[in-house]
């Protein structure tokens, strides 16, 4: 066998992304970190891209890359597919704008389309983003229940905002107990009203959360969860629905977040699989084909408090009444027709013939062949997930919350994440793992044998460590 001698993946990346270090540093003069987004940031610089194609990604040093980050999971047909570029143009083309700015075809046609495929959806509205979306269903739930608090899951994310931008990575000696977490902020700048406004709840522990939620049944609008945390951590069956018959004896919402699952768990979301109606949706990503999108569905008396017929909102101008009745949500780009243009072209896509269960068999061929691969080396591994999204996680124990996750050898995953962006595999460092339509067996081949060269290589480097003790 040859001998094979170790190299350090990050002197490799930086050999290879002189460009990118470059351009980073000028990006740094002119942007805080030199990023748009604290997610997009990662040691020792993050890497800039300059063209894409399908499942691929090329960047300013010409380096290319098996894209798995897809835009953190938007991009489910892959970069630049034919059908969403042509729809977008058309729609801009045949129809003379980029934007009518009053109500239009698209919206009402998205509309039915999420109506007819999400359980718990009877009227939409759109957003620009994931994270108006959860915060116009938070807002609808205070008005619908007129309760001032929310709960939340620890390890849970729903945008970067005050009320909901808490313990989804809270240092384990600040959390307090398993069974009764506490909110810890995950940034600077977020008001201690939203700590005592935001209750902590541990996930798939259905009788911890039911003591929590029964003790403070009086105060909560709403729960929101993320039906599979993260994108890759399933809830169980039994805590599914024991959360939503609980809710609805308690007089308490239930906000699905399925940001990150719309159209990747299933077409019709985790909601979908689950057999579970929630008062509210929040979706995303997916929906917008590419584009910047966010939508909150619900039950039709609940999506009422934001109907204007008759009532009063904030720029009336009616000097006599001062009272507001109506539940306020507006936005200049909201239902964007070139955005929904994309979105419906890429639903018509996912839903023609067997275009998603082929996402799906792929994304398990590809769990499968690494967990080969890395067991075969003894690398203890697991990969979780549901549908068209997984991750890796570098422990053989079970996962079912953010504390568990805390016994997994993030250390090893960090440094097998940078042996692949070497190999020319990409996603951001610990990232999870989201698959398009443009992923074929090629593409899966080769990152299986980038994942046999990154163990080699994990293997060659514990090996030299163990000489030097
Ligand atoms: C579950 C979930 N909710 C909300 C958001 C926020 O969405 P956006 O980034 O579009 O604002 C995200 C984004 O990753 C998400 O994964």
Same mark, same amino acid.
């Given at each position: 066998?040859?001998?094979?001698?170790h190299?350090d993946?990050?002197?490799?990346?930086?050999n290879?992304? @002189?460009?990118?270090?470059?351009?980073?540093?000028e990006?740094q003069?002119?942007?805080?970190?030199?990023?748009t987004?604290?997610?997009?940031?990662?040691?020792?610089?993050?890497?800039?891209?300059?063209?894409?194609?399908?499942?691929r990604? !090329?960047?300013?040093?010409?380096?290319?890359y098996?894209?798995?980050?897809?835009?953190?999971g938007?991009?489910i047909?892959?970069?630049?597919h034919?059908?969403?570029?042509?729809?977008?143009?058309?729609q801009m083309v045949t129809?003379?704008?980029?934007?009518?700015?009053?109500?239009h075809?698209?919206e009402?046609?998205?509309a039915?389309r999420?109506? @007819?495929?999400?359980?718990?959806?009877?009227?939409?509205r759109?957003t620009?983003?994931?994270t108006e979306?959860?915060?116009?269903?938070? %807002?609808l739930?205070?008005?619908?229940?007129? @309760?001032?608090?929310?709960?939340?899951?620890?390890?849970?994310?729903h945008?970067?905002?005050?009320q &909901?931008?808490?313990?989804i990575?809270?240092?384990?000696?600040?959390?307090g107990p398993a069974d009764?977490?506490?909110?810890?902020?995950?940034?600077?700048?977020i008001?201690?009203?939203?700590?005592?406004?935001?209750?902590?709840?541990p996930?798939?522990?259905l009788?911890?959360?039911?003591d929590?939620?029964?003790?403070? !049944?009086?105060?909560?609008?709403?729960?929101?969860?993320?039906?599979?945390?993260?994108?890759f951590?399933?809830?169980?069956?039994?805590?599914?629905q024991?959360? %939503? !018959?609980l809710?609805?004896?308690l007089?308490i919402l239930?906000?699905?977040?399925?940001?990150?699952?719309?159209?990747? &768990?299933?077409?019709g979301?985790?909601?979908?699989?689950?057999?579970?109606?929630?008062?509210?949706t929040a979706?995303?990503?997916?929906?917008g084909?590419?584009?910047?999108?966010?939508?909150?569905g619900?039950?039709?008396?609940?999506m009422?408090v934001?109907?204007?017929h008759?009532?009063?909102?904030?720029?009336?101008?009616?000097?006599?009444?001062?009272?507001?009745?109506?539940l306020?949500?507006?936005?200049?780009?909201?239902?964007?027709?070139?955005?929904?243009a994309?979105?419906?072209?890429t639903?018509?896509?996912?839903e023609?013939?067997?275009?998603?269960?082929?996402?799906?068999?792929?994304?398990?061929?590809?769990?499968?062949?690494?967990e080969? &691969?890395l067991?075969?080396?003894?690398?203890?591994?697991q990969?979780?997930?549901?549908?068209?999204?997984f991750n890796?996680v570098?422990?053989t124990?079970?996962?079912?919350?953010y %504390?568990?996750?805390?016994?997994?050898?993030?250390?090893?995953r960090?440094q097998?994440d940078y042996y692949?962006l070497?190999?020319?595999?990409y996603?951001?460092?610990?990232?999870?793992?989201?698959?398009?339509?443009?992923?074929?067996d090629?593409?899966?081949?080769?990152?299986?044998?980038?994942?046999?060269?990154?163990a080699?290589?994990l293997?060659?480097?514990?090996?030299?460590?163990?000489?030097?003790?």
């Amino acid at each position: 066998m040859a001998i094979v001698a170790h190299q350090d993946p990050l002197q490799l990346l930086k050999n290879r992304t @002189k460009k990118s270090y470059q351009l980073f540093q000028e990006a740094q003069q002119v942007m805080p970190g030199g990023v748009t987004a604290n997610i997009k940031y990662f040691d020792p610089y993050p890497i800039m891209m300059a063209e894409a194609e399908g499942s691929r990604l !090329k960047d300013v040093d010409g380096n290319e890359y098996v894209d798995y980050l897809l835009a953190y999971g938007a991009l489910i047909l892959g970069h630049g597919h034919h059908k969403v570029t042509n729809a977008v143009i058309r729609q801009m083309v045949t129809k003379g704008t980029t934007i009518f700015g009053t109500p239009h075809e698209l919206e009402v046609e998205m509309a039915k389309r999420l109506v @007819k495929l999400y359980p718990g959806v009877e009227q939409v509205r759109y957003t620009n983003s994931g994270t108006e979306a959860t915060l116009l269903a938070i %807002r609808l739930a205070h008005a619908y229940t007129g @309760k001032s608090k929310i709960a939340k899951f620890e390890g849970h994310y729903h945008g970067g905002y005050d009320q &909901v931008l808490l313990s989804i990575n809270p240092p384990l000696d600040q959390a307090g107990p398993a069974d009764a977490p506490v909110a810890v902020p995950d940034s600077a700048g977020i008001d201690v009203y939203y700590q005592e406004h935001t209750i902590i709840l541990p996930f798939n522990d259905l009788e911890a959360t039911a003591d929590i939620l029964k003790a403070r !049944k009086e105060e909560l609008a709403a729960v929101v969860v993320e039906p599979v945390q993260a994108g890759f951590i399933p809830a169980t069956e039994s805590f599914m629905q024991g959360l %939503r !018959k609980l809710t609805e004896e308690l007089g308490i919402l239930l906000i699905f977040d399925e940001v990150k699952t719309c159209f990747r &768990v299933a077409l019709g979301g985790a909601q979908s699989l689950y057999g579970i109606k929630p008062d509210l949706t929040a979706l995303g990503k997916v929906l917008g084909g590419g584009f910047p999108v966010g939508a909150v569905g619900g039950k039709k008396e609940i999506m009422d408090v934001a109907s204007p017929h008759g009532k009063k909102d904030v720029f009336e101008m009616n000097v006599k009444s001062k009272k507001k009745d109506v539940l306020f949500h507006s936005g200049t780009y909201n239902g964007h027709p070139s955005v929904l243009a994309a979105g419906l072209a890429t639903l018509d896509v996912l839903e023609e013939g067997d275009n998603f269960e082929t996402i799906v068999r792929t994304t398990e061929k590809l769990r499968r062949g690494l967990e080969n &691969v890395l067991r075969y080396y003894q690398i203890p591994v697991q990969t979780l997930g549901l549908g068209t999204i997984f991750n890796l996680v570098m422990t053989t124990e079970p996962i079912t919350n953010y %504390r568990d996750l805390q016994n997994a050898n993030l250390d090893l995953r960090r440094q097998l994440d940078y042996y692949l962006l070497t190999l020319g595999v990409y996603t951001k460092p610990l990232n999870r793992y989201s698959l398009s339509l443009a992923h074929s067996d090629r593409e899966i081949q080769e990152t299986i044998d980038a994942y046999e060269a990154a163990a080699k290589q994990l293997l060659v480097k514990r090996g030299s460590q163990l000489n030097q003790d």
